[in-house]
């Protein structure tokens, strides 16, 4: 009996663990997939950078004609994606000579990954002062009934409340 | 006329000052008056004591009726204010008719040739005239506010008092900060500045009014919720008297929001309609805060819970209004709206800190007043998931604070500045925003108390079902269908929270649609008729839950057309007579290119015929203007609306060399969506609005009890 459910065991782990590496398969060839296309590069990167002529508009959505700057960046973002530069390296290019406002979010290193933390980290003890209050008000005496009568609980308090929602019901 | 407005505007702060004043001496005298009691013991000590209380009773009487008449002339003070802001401000826009240049801020953002709908516009279109205007709104509240007094007039008083406390810092900085009647030094100019040419637009006629409306209109219930805590006021009353002031402000601030965004999609003519710019953050914050508000002030009417929660979220809300004000007025964060930097930033900064520290000071003093009823009985239960929908709201609240003052706190920590823009609110906020799309399918459908699993198998399962079996269907779809299909959200991060987003709305609307469903069939079952009478009737006896419901179908609507931005395409090109582009199913061929001459401006545009499928199904003209006065262009696109996409081109400019336009053209995906969704969320909240119809009288025959001995329920309440 023991054996068998050892067995079994072993069964179902093996199968998670297949399970977790097909997913995680999957999620490498969904992230790699279009990720070689240049104009999918461009138009990736484009976005994320902003145009510095003051506009205050995406790189690649900077709209007026005679933009002394859109143009230039347009064209040194492709002459880099053409010279096989990866991602990080076109925009550490695009950093050191227009400065970090160049880049339309925050990167990921140094202080600016506080931008992406801060919101998660408060996020997570929303939910951790949350679970506290239900834990309090769950807790909390329930009030005295006038008469020192004891309110009623489980199933009788369930039949009332059954017979209540069919009375009240539209 | 400018010596007219300014003798009216102190005139007025004198007005606020006195109905502040007085009011306070009022309340406060009030306050003490009935403190006399009458003491016990022995015959002769009563009989002393009560001459003595006679005396006092009298010099209470005396008191009260005093603080009483002073109390009703700071009422009228309040109300006379309204008639002062007024006249300022007719006569502000009396001199921009005038072409009166004499007038700083006429001659800043008028001309002679501007058309009669913006000089009307001229109130709120520069820094000065727009405090003018919010100073306006404030009044005008207020003189519906003491109006009608008396409803509760104690409350209504603390409520004026605070009122005027805000009033006399608006006012404060009119008079002497931010004069919208300075003269001008020199020689009268013959012509104005003009207005900014992007402000020439319909919308903008109406926009800023409907967002100050928002913005001011949140002042009323801060100042009833801090009234009642300041008067330890017993009840929910506050909130039954704001719970209409809150809808309908929250109403306007919506309105304004979009109008906001339908008018940088129309005039900004970069193909977007939110660029989370700060100005346009500013406008948001007070939204979420206000509507977190609106979702949690029903715990507390319904449950008497979450009371100092309340308090805080209605503050909230009205602090993030100015807060919004001073970011983008005090220069501390760069935007593109063009407001003047000026020192008014500091004045803001203090008014921000005193209401600050005011409203700590009451809630610290009394906010053992704000314990909650009852208990939670669940997790499982509408308690709860107003809960999480105040979290969530509040995380987007804060996310959209956080990400508009990084910049800041990056050059004050690393001595450098950032750009937080759309890529960091993608990553931020949507994941947030769909979290609360799955609670707003959810809560709804959750009983108050607990909710038991049987009963959430059968709310959910259909709506579940068929929401997945959609995600599914756009999946397998060609794309060659249209926008929204072939959505293979592995291609693109985007496309997968679109996918989630489509899928979630259809979530949503099931739920909401099983509850008409199941609510009408009840009704017309009991009644006979048919099924859309009863859905009809059902919505009637209870506007507020069904327009409710109807608002939030109406935000699955808007959310729909903000996952279309998924798909949205753009192409830029030269075009000379005959020249061909093609974008999605759609070719542009240009018939002509030419310019024009007005009084206001001077144009240059392009006519384009448009195909779809070979057939020809319109054409467009989009325009590029030069305003005379102002020296600036200005693009004014030409969009064609569909229900599945926009087509929008813009005239980006000429080819020096050949003279060629340039034209932009965008496919923006599901746009029309955004603008039905927010009619939709108007209307539900219009609906929420009507008082509900009473519930049907059942006489039903009489039935001879007999006498036994019931034992009382508990029932939690």
Redesign the interface.
Known sequence: MSMANSTAKSERAQLTRRCVKALLL?AA??AL??AADPATRFNEIG??M?CICG????LL??????CPDSDGMRNELMAALNRGDSDGLVEQGFVQKY????????TGK???RA??V???V??VL??G??VL??RS??N?P?PA?A?G?P??RGAE?EQ?RDQ?RKET?? | MAEIGSFALLLALALSLYSFLAGLIALLFQAQSPQIATPLGSPSLRRAANSASTHRGSTSTLLRSGSERIGETARHAGIATFGAVFLASIVLVFCAFRDDFSIAYIFHHSNRDLPGAYKFAVLWSGQEGSLLFWSLLLAAYGFVLRLRYKTDARLFAYASVILAGVQIFFLLLLNFAAHPFAIMQGTIPADGNGLNPLLQYPEMVIHPPMLYLGYVGFTVPFAFALGALIMKYPGEKWIQITRRWTMVTWAFLTCGVFLGAHWAYSVL????YW?W?PVENASLMPWLAGTAFLHSVMMQEKRG?LKMWNMWLVFATFWLAILGTFLTRSGII???HAFAQSSIGDWFAWFLGITLITFLIFFFKNKSHLR?EH???S?VSRE?SF??NN?LF??LT??VL??TW?PKI?EL??G?????????YN??AIP?ALLLLILTAVGPLLAWRKTSIESLKRNFLWPTIGAIAVAIFLMLTPQSWGSAFGLKP???ISYFYSLMAIALSVLVTLTVASEFYR?GR??SKHTGQGMFASMVQ?TH?NTRRYGGYIVHFGVVVVIIGFAGAAFNLDKEQEMGYGDKMTIGPYTLVCRSYTDDDAPNYASEWALLDVYKGGKQIGTMTPVRRFYKASQQTS?MPDIRSGLNEDLYV?F???NPDNGHP?L?AHLNALVMWIWMGVWIMLGGTVLALVPNAPAPVRVAAPVRLERTEV??????D
């Open positions: 999957s060839v969904f997939l279009g976005h994320q902003m506009c205050n508009q995406i959505e900077c709209n007026h004609v005679g400065g970090p406002t160049v880049l339309a979010a925050p140094g202080f600016d931008a992406y801060v919101p998660f408060a996020l929303g939910f002062l949350i209050v239900v008000w769950k909390r329930t009934i008469g009568l309110p009623i308090l009332f209540a019901d539209l | 003519g970069w193909g977007g660029g710019d819970m760069s935007s593109v909650s208990k939670l009985e997790l709860s809960l999480f979290l509040v995380l804060f996310t956080w990400g990084f990056s920590v690393q450098n500045k950032v750009t937080v823009g759309a890529p960091f990553r931020v947030v592995w291609k693109d609510g009840v009704i059902l006896r693009t813009v980006e400019g000429l340039i932009k034992a009382p329920v508990a029932t939690g």
